[in-house]
């Protein structure tokens, strides 16, 4: 494997690591204590699912996040306790 293919594939895991911990603290900032916030992430890939057609081409801005932050507010409000 080349150099650029190996600072690439880092690349990539240092962006999937960023947007993971980006998504904690949307969720942190949305009402979920710091001790629910990995069920949280779980339940948050979940309910795009369950709000989203896998038709759906994938354009997720903050209004679909908020949308499926929404979502989870009603379907497990336990998480936000």
Not at 1 to 11: G, Q, R
Not at 18 to 41: C, I, Q, S, T
Not at 46 to 59: I, K, N, Q, R
Request: proline share 2%; aromatic share 8%.
């Amino acid at each position: 494997m080349s150099n650029e293919i190996k600072e690439l594939k880092a690349e990539i895991e240092d962006l999937t690591i960023h947007l993971a911990d980006m998504l904690e603290a949307v969720l942190y900032y949305a009402g979920v204590p710091e001790k629910n916030l990995e069920k949280a992430v779980k339940a948050y890939i979940d309910a795009l699912d369950e709000v989203f057609d896998e038709e759906e081409d994938g354009d997720m801005g903050y209004r679909e996040m908020v949308e499926v932050i929404d979502y989870m507010k009603k379907k497990q409000p336990d998480l936000f306790a």
